[in-house]
């Protein structure tokens, strides 16, 4: 269970004075507007230093949305409510992969999670630290954890859809994502309670918050909540051959419906197969339980004030790798007769801590001065598995080890507005950021990665070298284990005039990290009104993105038997010595070019915005192919590294270019006697190509390899993993003490590759009835590769609230009403087994692909209490 002693005491306040006289003309901050124009959803900070303005009065896109809103529907974790909300904001859907399951790495406007900035109360958010390398969205990748902030904390959400990284530095090139924290006095609670049709996902969420008034203006509002799920699973029975076969002679066959008499098995079948519990694997949300609690203060101290923010979250949940078949040499069979679903254990702690004091009146400007310190940490564990080399010594539960990543900024923010003759001053902020990062990869337990030494103990194969490692991933070994750090330094001057219906600003940023050196980065934004709520606006920029600590120092190991040696599969750090001889090489910036070109128009009751862009992105970094070749292991044992199998890293690999637009339609009809209709419709499209991707390394092209560094299973996660286009619809309906919504959200089609490469009578069994297309492997061989495309769905949401009284609210609704799922991968079918070849669906387990951007969870239900006073 959480320890919640542990993890309240963490929530603790420190309370410093600062007190400076007298006052100038100054501008404010974006803190101290944030605070005042916490109520207004129309009223935003984000994208600028001097102040609120409306979102159509930017000079840059930038979608608000207020914290009720978020809350509205059935969904409780704040990556589920943007999905809805924002059209260019997509979420993966993982299964099986680690850590990421449990917070589902965001991206914007169909770029990668790493390229999108957070920021709580204008204020730099810490990633998690951990690189995705599995085989799905954001792999290679690092991304922030939305869901460690409960939503009962948020006053508000701004999401600027713009490169931002020369007023906010590194990551902003996709846009930034801004979490203004509540500041409202009161007291309240909510409770959420769901279901799936089908009678799993069950979910309670409770919230309670206070916010205490301090002084005229000051406020304490602290947030508690606590959430627990008991998952989804959407996995078909395992029909493979799950034992022995001819008492115990014959591995057992892989193919689809072995064991279940559909097709042939290996050997005469073990009794058993006919009472097996075949359902053994999950695809679907793993069982969570999270912990989470916020505090947001601000004190008035005289001409200055101090404010402060933070809190701490937990989150332990517990997802299923690959089963293990009793037959298979994975599995010690005196310690699990039947085979094993191996458990994984995930820990996932944030932390944060801000502290700053603000005025206006340090010679002439105004000022604020901050610090906030933020971490994660991550452990993995796994449960009902065994290390086979360990025989019947080996645990039955080990530690895979963990993750540290820490994050220390520093800020001093001045703004002044300078007199120039004209009609409106001119606004000047000139700011100083100092950061410091540190990294850690901590090593395992021994079972979870050695080689016990204990050969396959009975079976066809008994006496060979028994798999090393737990199951289902081995444990990150010492030799892997790192503890790295850097600093960085950055100063930013940002400019705003107003020349009668023009607005123009500007912003440069230079910045030096010790670990990669100097980038100077500059945004130029101009808006002009045309006519009385018309308005023309557009921005360029450049940006970056430095390298991500962990992008750099991961590593992991993975130790198979093949041919009866010991050989290792490894995910090298870029400074490691066999990763140089594979071509690796020191990974630099990505570096970025935005441009933007919008209009906007606001009248009494319609709202409207469109903006087109284009974002230039170089030496994007990415985890490349898998090396194994022969050739390579003799390269690499003759160079003093030997057994490596196979090999991959991260590099610099790809240029691209994306190109789309954002597009909001807000309609407020007229109040009558039917009571308030609000109708909005939002889209994005966006379409990203290759401008350049890297060949075959050169030390690899010499020994005769031709394996592409990016191979094109990795090209399609970057470019149609996630919807080139997505819809939203919602007509809100309110009369009295009722309100009702309907959300209608169009996810455009996404394609993954299924097959690497397949013959032609293999593909003409396997691909009727599904939307395909073959790209050529070898022409000599008439080969292909098969990718296969997801259609666009729709899903619909449905829900009400009810509000008895001022101060209690009930809701209810459905979510995907029409109990919509995607399209379901190639099957394994008897005919496909016959030709040679399962289908694309994990021999008939996984019906449908972790490239689906709403999930496979089907229609589900849910009803709120809420409380407030």
């Given amino acids: 269970m959480i320890d919640r002693g542990t993890l309240l005491a963490s929530l603790s306040v420190l309370t410093l004075g600062i007190s400076l006289p007298g006052r100038a003309q100054t501008v404010p901050s974006d803190d101290s507007v ?50 809805v909300e924002v059209p260019s904001f997509n979420i993966p859907r993982p299964s099986t992969a680690g850590a990421v399951d449990f917070y589902s790495a965001p991206s914007l406007r169909g770029l990668s999670p790493g390229q999108l900035l957070v920021l709580v109360n204008g204020k730099r958010r810490h990633p998690t630290g951990d690189v995705s390398n599995h085989n799905q969205i954001g792999r290679g990748d690092v991304a922030f954890d939305l869901n460690a902030i409960p939503a009962a904390a948020i006053g508000r959400l701004e999401v600027l859809r713009d490169g931002a990284a020369a007023q906010y530095g590194s990551d902003a090139i996709a846009g930034v994502l801004n979490i203004v924290l509540d500041s409202r006095v009161g007291t309240g609670g909510s409770a959420t309670l769901g279901i799936t049709e089908r009678g799993d996902g069950q979910v309670a969420d409770i919230a309670v918050w206070h916010g205490a008034k301090i002084g005229d203006n000051g406020f304490l509002r602290t947030t508690f909540a606590y959430r627990t799920t008991e998952g989804t699973n959407r996995a078909e029975p395992d029909t493979r051959q799950q034992y022995l076969g001819s008492n115990g002679t014959r591995l057992p066959s892989g193919n689809f419906g072995s064991g279940t008499g559909l097709t042939p098995s290996a050997g005469a079948l073990d009794p058993r ?216 330094v950055a100063a930013y001057v940002e400019l705003e005039q107003t020349l009668g219906a023009l607005l123009v600003s500007g912003a440069l940023r230079h910045e030096h990290f010790s670990d990669f050196g100097d980038t100077t980065n500059w945004k130029v934004a101009a808006r002009y009104e045309l006519l009385p709520g018309v308005a023309v606006r557009g921005s360029a920029s450049t940006g970056f993105r430095a390298p991500n600590l962990a992008q750099s120092f991961f590593s992991t190991t993975s130790n198979s038997i093949i041919n009866g040696q010991l050989t290792s599969l490894r995910l090298l750090p870029v400074d490691d010595p066999a990763a140089r001889l594979l071509g690796a090489s020191d990974l630099r910036p990505e570096t970025s070019r935005n441009l933007s070109l919008g209009a906007t128009f606001e009248g009494p009751r319609l709202t409207a915005t469109i903006d087109f862009y284009q974002i230039g992105v170089d030496d994007r970094i990415a985890l490349s192919s898998t090396f194994q070749d022969p050739r390579v292991t003799t390269v690499l044992t003759q160079a003093g590294f030997p057994g490596i199998a196979a090999a991959s890293y991260l590099t610099n690999a790809v240029d691209t270019t994306t190109r789309g637009f954002d597009a909001t339609i807000r309609y407020r009809f007229p109040a009558s006697s039917l009571g308030r209709f609000t109708a909005t419709l939002a889209a994005n499209y966006n379409e990203t190509k290759f401008d350049r991707i890297a060949p075959t390394p050169p030390p690899l092209a010499a020994l005769g390899i031709t394996t592409p560094l990016f191979d094109l299973t990795q090209q399609l996660r970057f470019t149609d993993a996630q919807p080139r286009d997505k819809v939203v619809a919602d007509l809100r309906w309110d009369r009295g003490r009722f309100s009702f919504n309907l959300t209608a959200v169009r996810y455009g089609a996404v394609r993954a590759v299924q097959f690497a490469s397949l013959t032609p009578a293999r593909i003409d069994v396997l691909t009727p009835g599904y939307d395909v297309e073959l790209r050529p492997t070898d022409p000599a ?76 969870n089907g229609r589900a239900f849910f009803m709120r209490l809420g409380i407030s006073y």
Avoid: C
């Fill in 273 to 488: 197969e006919a009472t097996v519990d075949r359902r053994l694997f999950q695809l679907g949300e793993p069982e969570t339980e999270q912990i989470s609690g916020f505090v947001n203060m601000n004190l008035p101290l005289g001409a200055a004030e101090l404010y402060g923010f933070g809190g701490a979250s937990r989150m332990q949940g517990t997802s299923i790798g690959f089963s293990r078949r009793a037959g298979q040499d994975e599995t010690v069979r005196a310690i699990h007769p039947d085979g094993f679903a191996p458990r994984i254990e995930t820990r996932l702690d944030n932390y944060s801590a801000a502290l700053g004091a603000r005025g206006d009146a340090l010679l002439g400007f105004g000022w604020d001065l901050s610090t906030l310190f933020g971490g994660s940490r991550i452990d993995l564990g796994q449960s009902n598995a065994n290390n086979a080399s360990l025989g019947l010594g080996s645990p039955t539960e080990s530690y895979r080890g963990g993750i540290r990543f820490d994050q220390w900024t520093n800020n001093l923010d001045l703004t002044r507005a300078l007199a120039t003759g004209l009609a409106e001053p001119l606004k000047l902020a000139i700011g100083f950021e100092y950061r410091e990062e540190q990294y850690k990869l901590v090593a395992g337990d021994v079972a979870s990665y050695v080689n016990g030494g204990i050969p396959i103990l009975d079976g066809p194969n008994a006496g060979r070298p028994a798999p090393i490692g737990f199951q289902p991933t081995a444990g990150t070994r010492p030799s892997d284990a790192r503890d790295e750090s850097r600093s960085g």
């Fill in 781 to 856: 061989s008439g080969n292909s590769q098969v990718i296969q495309r997801f259609g666009a769905e729709t899903i619909v949401d449905l829900h009400g609230e009810w509000r008895p009284t001022n101060q209690v609210t009930l809701a209810a609704g459905v979510t995907n009403l029409f109990d919509t799922y995607p399209d379901r991968n190639i099957a394994s079918t008897v005919s496909s087994v016959a030709a040679g070849t399962n289908g694309a669906d994990n021999n008939g387990i996984f019906p449908y692909n972790y490239v689906s951007p709403f999930g496979f």
């Fill in 34 to 83: 944030a605070a005042d124009q916490n109520s207004d959803p129309e009223i935003t900070v984000t994208g600028s230093r001097f102040g609120g303005r409306t979102v159509t009065d930017s000079p840059v896109p930038i979608d608000t949305i207020s914290g009720d809103e978020l809350r509205n529907g059935g969904y409780t974790q704040l990556n589920d409510q943007l999905k």
